[in-house]
């Protein structure tokens, strides 16, 4: 049998207990740009687990935390690539020591989604269950991948980690890009502890507008005719109708009830309704630029000066630049400048 030492018995003993008492499943570490991220998992509902990571590197409790949601699809937090390397969507993209300076960074995974995979276990950088039928994602991630899950699930972990006293409650970022902006909208909606909030090109006045929206631009552009148009908004505004008509049929205690076009609502309403500061951010490029004079003019007509609005030229939906000739250029991307702007502009609300 092995032999402890009374004081390292003691130790062990301490760290069973905080580890106990805490519910925090401490599990493997991550060195990405030669930062340390922990995965950190913590109970949240019967089903689901609320898998994250945070940085071990620089870590202070009496920074600020920005806590960090990414878009729609079941990509895992970190990915190993063919060649080992380990790439974390999108902090790979750029050096983000920086922002480590400022703030405790926390990384949210999706519901059922594991944290860690290797590229060849992917699909398209995709999770799916079964490797070998890559058009069946998940169902319990379907399930849980609407937005009041995910808005309800944030604003838990938020709460969560401040009463476990992980992080301060003074200064907290959500930010998410795409769909993670909207999510990390909600979670400002709904929590308290929540100052500041960026929304990184999303849709905040619905997912099916935003698409509308872009068949209308092709038309402009000539890209698609206008009976093309046409044939796609007549079936744009048949799914919202027979999905409205099946939810309002469906059983208030139905589980899935919530899920039907959650992200059809106006995300702006979740702007509106939260008093932290907002920087809604996109491209040129991307349709979401759009939106960037709206939310800033619809929020002054309510009555609201805490949101504004950030382009970037030529830049298209993750950022990426958009050459003269319509060809995304993969080598070159504005993340540094983003995550540049979001210091200043974070920096500035303490003004």
């Known amino acids: 049998m092995k032999q402890f030492s009374i004081g390292t018995y003691q130790i062990y ?24 991220f922990t995965e950190q ?4 509902s019967d089903e689901n687990n609320i898998s994250y990571l945070i940085n071990s590197s620089k870590f202070d409790k009496n920074k600020p935390t920005a806590i960090y949601f990414n878009g729609s699809l079941p990509v895992p937090l970190i990915i190993e690539l063919n060649n080992g390397g380990l790439m974390m969507i999108p902090f790979s993209y750029f050096d983000f020591s920086k922002f480590l300076d400022r703030f405790n960074l926390i990384l949210v995974s999706k519901p059922i989604i594991p944290v860690y995979a290797k590229e060849s276990n992917l699909v398209n950088s995709e999770y799916v269950p079964d490797i070998t039928q890559p058009e069946l994602m998940d169902s319990n991630f379907m399930k ?15 709460n969560w980690l401040v009463k476990n006293k992980v992080i301060n409650s003074e200064r907290i970022l959500t930010i998410g890009h795409s769909q993670g902006g909207l999510e990390a909208a909600r979670v400002a909606s709904l929590n308290k502890y929540v100052t500041d909030v960026v929304m990184l090109a999303s849709a905040p006045y619905g997912r099916t507008q935003h698409v509308a929206n872009d068949f209308y631009l092709k038309y402009l552009q000539g890209e698609i005719d206008f009976e093309t148009y046409q044939k796609y908004q007549s079936e744009m505004h048949k799914y919202i109708r027979e999905e409205k008509t099946r939810k309002e049929n469906m059983k208030s205690g139905d589980i899935l009830k919530e899920n039907i076009l959650s992200f059809e609502e106006h995300s702006f309403k979740d702007m509106l309704s939260t008093k932290a500061n907002i920087l809604y951010v996109s491209g040129t490029k991307d349709i979401a630029g759009l939106y960037a004079d709206q939310v800033v003019i619809d929020a002054i007509l309510y009555g609201k000066n805490n949101i504004q609005a950030k382009l970037y030229k030529n830049a298209e939906h993750s950022f990426f630049k958009v050459e003269s000739t319509g060809e995304i250029n993969y080598e070159i991307d504005y993340w540094d400048e983003v995550f540049d702007d979001v210091l200043e502009w974070f920096n500035g609300n303490d003004e």
């Not at 003993?13 to 340390?36: F, G, M, P, R, W």
């Not at 998992?41 to 949240?44: S, V």
């Not at 937005?147 to 972990?157: A, E, F, N, P």
């Open 41 to 44: 998992t913590i109970p949240f």
């Open 144 to 158: 849980s991948n609407n937005l009041h899950y995910l808005g309800k699930r944030g604003d838990y972990l938020v």
């Open 13 to 36: 003993l301490v760290l069973l207990i905080l580890i106990l008492n805490s519910n925090i499943h401490a599990q493997k570490s991550y060195s990405i740009n030669d930062e340390i």
